[in-house]
């Protein structure tokens, strides 16, 4: 999955191409491109054109995640947090790009929220600590040689995503397990 892709159709279009990708990884939010160069372009030759200097790429302003909510929305985490019977709270990679794991890691605590967080989250809360159920990933259960997802999801019934989002291959199939539940998701972006 990236955020750009593209071919390179003639070697003069290296040069914009590659700026055009620079504008977009430096984008909020960050992530891959792919520029494709045919084998047949290896050996043409091009128009000197200078790259911009890295310092003239935009650089990407980074929003924190609480910050975007309005009152309403934490009003309507609250009630539905009030009225869980088993929430859990699912971390993303967003969490730790954002500095925020103090925070989410604080959230959980006060509120008594187990966590389970994706594997590039990892290490959010100490292994030992009462409400760390771990990483979790799409291979666990065979590494594990249990129905670990299984177990975990069964008996949830809201789930909190703080700073998760669908590379972090925690995929909603996963936590499909058990009571119906509801979500909310606070992402890294709106």
């Known amino acids: 999955m990236t955020k750009f892709s593209e071919e390179v159709e003639h070697a003069n279009e290296l040069v914009p191409l590659l700026e055009k990708a ?10 891959p491109v792919h520029i494709s160069i045919p084998v047949d372009l290896y050996n ?50 967003e969490v730790i790009r954002l500095d925020i794991h103090d925070d989410v890691r604080s959230f959980c605590e006060v509120l008594n929220i187990q966590t389970i967080s994706s594997a590039n989250a990892q290490g959010i809360f100490p292994r030992e600590h009462d409400l760390n159920l771990g990483s979790a990933s799409p291979y666990m259960e065979g590494i594990l040689g249990y129905p670990a997802l299984e177990e975990i999801f069964k008996d949830v019934d809201l789930l909190i995503c703080i700073g998760y989002q669908y590379a972090d291959d925690l995929l909603p199939k996963m936590w499909a397990y058990g009571e119906e539940k509801q979500s909310c998701f606070y992402p890294a972006l709106k």
């Open 44 to 93: 043409k030759e091009i128009i000197y054109q200078k790259l911009r200097n890295i310092s003239e790429f935009p650089i990407p302003k980074i929003i924190r995640l609480y910050d975007q909510f309005t009152p309403d929305d934490l009003q309507k985490a609250r009630d539905l947090i009030a009225h869980s019977n088993c929430p859990l709270c699912l971390i993303g990679q």
């Open 22 to 31: 620079f504008d977009i990884i430096m984008t909020e939010p960050p992530g």
